[in-house]
């Protein structure tokens, strides 16, 4: 018959067994990496997407410099 030291200490074993398994098999989980990086290549598109298109964006300062052009050429031709 067993003791309970040494069944504590079989539990004890078994336990450990297990949880190392799981955390080995946690490590080399890959099933949500690939939704990570996606989350990171949206959010560093939308940072570069809103610097471009923002308030004193260079797409901004470009156009405007275009239409300006082109009010400042149909007002001279129309006078």
């Known amino acids: ?5 040494s069944y504590v200490q079989g539990k004890s074993i078994v336990s450990y067994v297990y949880f190392t ?6 490590k080399n989980d890959q099933c949500g ?17 809103t610097v471009i298109f ?4 260079p797409v901004r300062e470009m156009l405007s410099g275009i239409f300006t052009k082109i009010k400042t050429t149909v007002e001279s031709s129309v006078k």
């Open 1 to 5: 018959m067993y003791s309970l030291a």
């Open 54 to 57: 923002g308030e004193n964006g």
């Open 33 to 49: 990496v690939t939704a990570v990086e996606y989350a990171i290549v949206a959010a560093g598109i939308a940072a570069v997407v």
């Open 21 to 26: 398994e799981a955390m080995h098999n946690f």
